[in-house]
């Protein structure tokens, strides 16, 4: 691949991509390939054809033989898939790494968890994904890393979706972080597991009302 193409493979993987996880294109939208080559103002299809197969590896969309380009929906069995690899993740990185962890930074949220009131509705993932990725990249292992990733992108997707409803859970899951964080802080790494095990159901729970209450935008 020529350096010449690199920027423009690029450009369109990231362009389709944020209208994806922002659910500009929305779950089972089937896309045109010559229409999003003039959407991106009239680029060639190689570069379209690249972005489609790296989000097709990363389980953004499906090409289909005889249906085209289907945007991956989201379903209960995928919501389930997601916090299973989250519940073997999280608490491990915890167990196996929360060694590594930054006091100075776990206390920092822990002041933040403490007084949900001063955040924002709209500021409220940023903090969450904050908290998360925190913890996570306690790991070293890139491959663990890399997996955790690619389920984010399908967590955000269902962020969107699901919209308004985020109010109902920014105290709880506040309050579900700062018992994490306190036995972070205890250096209770079981502890701090179990916390976390235990917020992750509550948050997989959380998850399946709102797809029950925003049906038709699945």
């Known amino acids: 691949m020529s350096e010449q193409n690199k920027p423009r493979k690029q450009a369109a993987y ?5 209208k994806i996880l922002t659910c500009q294109y929305k779950p089972g939208l089937r896309l045109n390939e010559q229409q999003l080559c003039q959407e991106m103002g009239d680029v060639s299809r190689t ?75 709209d500021s409220f993932y940023e903090l969450d994904d904050q908290f998360h990725n925190f913890i996570i990249q306690a790991m070293p292992n890139q491959y663990l890393l890399e997996t955790y990733r690619n389920i984010t992108n399908r967590n955000q997707r269902l962020r969107v979706l699901s919209g308004s409803q985020v109010e109902n859970r920014i105290g709880d899951t506040f309050a579900e972080h700062l018992v994490i964080l306190r036995a972070i802080l205890k250096q209770e790494w079981e502890e701090a597991a179990l916390a976390m095990l235990e917020h992750l159901e509550k948050a997989r729970l959380a998850t399946f009302q709102l797809i029950i209450d925003n049906e038709e935008n699945f």
Do not use: C, H
């Open 14 to 18: 990231e362009y389709i991509k944020n």
């Open 47 to 121: 570069p379209v054809r690249d972005a489609l197969g790296r989000l097709e590896q990363e389980g953004l969309l499906s090409i289909l033989p005889k249906k085209g380009i289907v945007v991956s929906e989201l379903r209960m069995n995928d919501i389930n898939r997601i916090y299973e690899v989250r519940t073997l993740l999280e608490p491990y990185a915890l167990r196996r790494y929360g060694a590594r962890l930054e006091k100075k930074q776990a206390e920092e949220f822990a002041r933040w968890m403490a007084d949900p009131d001063q955040i924002r509705p």
